[in-house]
């Protein structure tokens, strides 16, 4: 049988709650109960017990994570740089995968109540009801990743969308094109979606460029919908130069279109995305891309939420840089 507190009690002839209290390091103990009490949890290999401990703490030393997909390019390594950080200071991840779905959203952030988890890193999630009861009610510090809600009072770890989407709006500009179309993320999203459509529309104003209703469309992230923009882009009568696609995944569905259909890349169509994947770098002809740091995104996310439950955070929002990588689909027109 497993050995209890009870036991080292007993071998130490002290009280139960002397030994919890050098466990946890509570109250002090004189260093000779203490230097008595360690050397027998060393000798029997004693592990403690993580329920017994968390009632005693009130901690669990347990971080729910909340994204829609593990596979995605951006979510992987953002929980590994959430990972990284926390797990340095004995923390462990409940990873929840709810595949984009409200009602995979509601039994997770119920099974985070439930199982009295220490703190939340929420991404890929938009501002709902659900977020909003759970932010205000359930007491456990949230963290939210990819998004922007200061206004609700969240903690939130972004980059810049709109100068993101301005700055490589603006570098098609500077190539000499002004027929620029954009395929943007759902407009439902605040971050991906409406900051990176305003970035484009103000590099356009300010460029004195109209922009061409037939040159705006709205994608839905997957490779899918780039691939049937890209479709509808080439369609109209007067086609555009260039393509301005608010995501990587969608870019490539949008290449993949231009290389089937004999539209050559960047000789008659320009194209330029956004979070540099790495599988921008891969396609050819290697696409260029606004770049981002997903492990970044997790580490700040990680220090964030640590600040939280320390009662030492200063900074509720935490910027992360971004930067053009210029690779072989754009083209320079002569002006």
């Given amino acids: 049988m497993p050995i209890t507190i009870k ?26 109960i203490r230097e008595k009490i360690m050397q027998i949890v060393k000798e029997t290999g004693y592990q403690p017990n993580a329920i017994a401990r968390s009632l005693v703490n009130k901690q669990t030393l347990v971080i729910g994570v909340m994204i829609p997909d593990i596979g995605n390019d951006f979510f992987s390594p953002m929980v590994r740089g959430i990972e990284q950080v926390v797990s340095q200071f004995g923390y462990s991840l409940f990873l929840a995968i709810t595949e984009g779905k409200l009602e995979k959203e509601l039994k997770y952030l119920q099974l985070f109540q439930e199982k009295q988890i220490d703190g939340v890193v929420l991404s890929g999630v938009q501002y709902q009801e659900h977020i909003r009861k759970f932010a205000k009610e359930s007491g456990i510090p949230l963290v939210v990743v990819g998004q922007e809600f200061s206004a609700h009072q969240i ?133 260029c891309s606004v770049h981002i740091e997903p492990m970044q995104f997790g580490s700040e996310s990680g220090k964030l939420l640590l600040a939280l439950l320390k009662d030492e955070m200063t900074n509720t929002r935490i910027t992360i840089p971004h930067r053009l990588i210029i690779r072989q689909t754009i083209k320079t027109l002569n002006k």
């Fill in 155 to 287: 903690p939130s770890v972004d980059i810049d969308n709109v100068k993101a989407a301005y700055d490589a709006t603006r570098f098609l500009l500077e190539k000499g094109h002004e027929r620029i179309a954009l395929i943007s993320a759902p407009l439902i999203d605040r971050s991906a979606g409406r900051d990176r459509y305003e970035g484009f529309l103000q590099a356009m104003r300010e460029a004195g460029v109209a922009v061409r209703d037939a040159y705006l469309i709205e994608g839905d992230f997957s490779p899918n919908s780039g691939y049937e923009s890209m479709r509808q882009l080439c369609g109209v009568e007067v086609r555009p130069t260039a393509v301005f696609v608010a995501t990587d995944r969608m870019a490539v569905g949008a290449l993949n279109y231009l290389l089937d259909h004999g539209i050559g890349v960047p000789e008659e169509m320009s194209l330029i995305g956004f979070d540099d994947i790495e599988l921008a770098s891969l396609v050819r002809p290697a696409m």
């Fill in 7 to 32: 036991d080292i009690a007993q071998l130490a002839n002290v009280s139960i709650a002397t030994v919890s209290r050098v466990l946890n390091n509570s109250k002090p103990v004189s260093p000779e």
